[in-house]
């Protein structure tokens, strides 16, 4: 419904920039990326946008790239994650990085670098962006990421995303047992655990 806003900016917030356009002062809650970008004064500018419908207000966010608004809109179609969650996570990660997540390339706890997302909705929110993995394939890598190394993970971070899926200490440590090769990321390792217990 509204794609881009363009115009000059006429204020910068904490969390917003106002964009003078067509006579119109309009607010435009923005991420950190956008934020840092750009100075009042500026000739002319070109958001992204989203406009959020809700039942008491309006909201116009504005992203630094389509991609930040397609990875913002993915983050909205996971449960319970909001509009503040979905800014606080891509003001921590960017697009690129969450597709890195959610192949298991970083630990299950990363996510929690944002404010306000907690162990549970953590992996929550790491389960449903696997299934969402087809959509962020046109998220190539930012400049300079491209054969970053696959951060290892540990046995406390199997531990805690099988616990948060509702399984028991001895139910895991059975599996563990029952899985002497584990996979080199830590999605496939979850995976061949949750096949053994499944077994059990």
């Known amino acids: 419904m509204l794609e881009y806003i363009k115009g000059s900016i006429s204020q910068i917030g904490d969390t917003y920039v106002v964009v003078e356009t067509g006579g119109w002062g309009i ?3 923005a991420t950190r990326g956008v934020l840092d970008q750009f100075k009042t004064g500026e000739a002319e500018i070109k958001l992204p946008t989203y406009l959020h419908i809700s039942e008491n207000k309006w909201e116009v966010f504005g992203f630094g790239s389509v991609k930040e608004r397609e990875a913002f809109l993915l983050l909205l179609e996971c449960r319970g994650v909001g509009t503040r969650a979905a800014l606080n996570i891509l003001n921590n990660f960017s697009p690129a990085r969450l597709r890195r997540i959610a192949l298991g390339q970083e630990p299950v706890g990363t996510l929690q670098q944002a404010p306000g997302i907690g162990a549970k909705s953590a992996d929550r929110i ?9 959509q962020m394939g046109v998220w190539s890598e930012e400049d300079g990421e491209t054969g970053r190394p696959e951060a290892k993970y540990s046995q406390d971070d199997l531990f805690r995303a099988l616990r948060n899926l509702g399984y028991r200490e001895a139910e895991i440590r059975q599996a563990l047992s029952q899985t002497p090769d584990l996979a080199d990321t830590l999605s496939e390792a979850v995976k061949q655990l949750l096949r053994n217990i499944g077994k059990s």
């Open 126 to 134: 790491l389960v449903e962006l696997k299934e969402k993995l087809p």
């Open 27 to 29: 607010k435009v809650t």
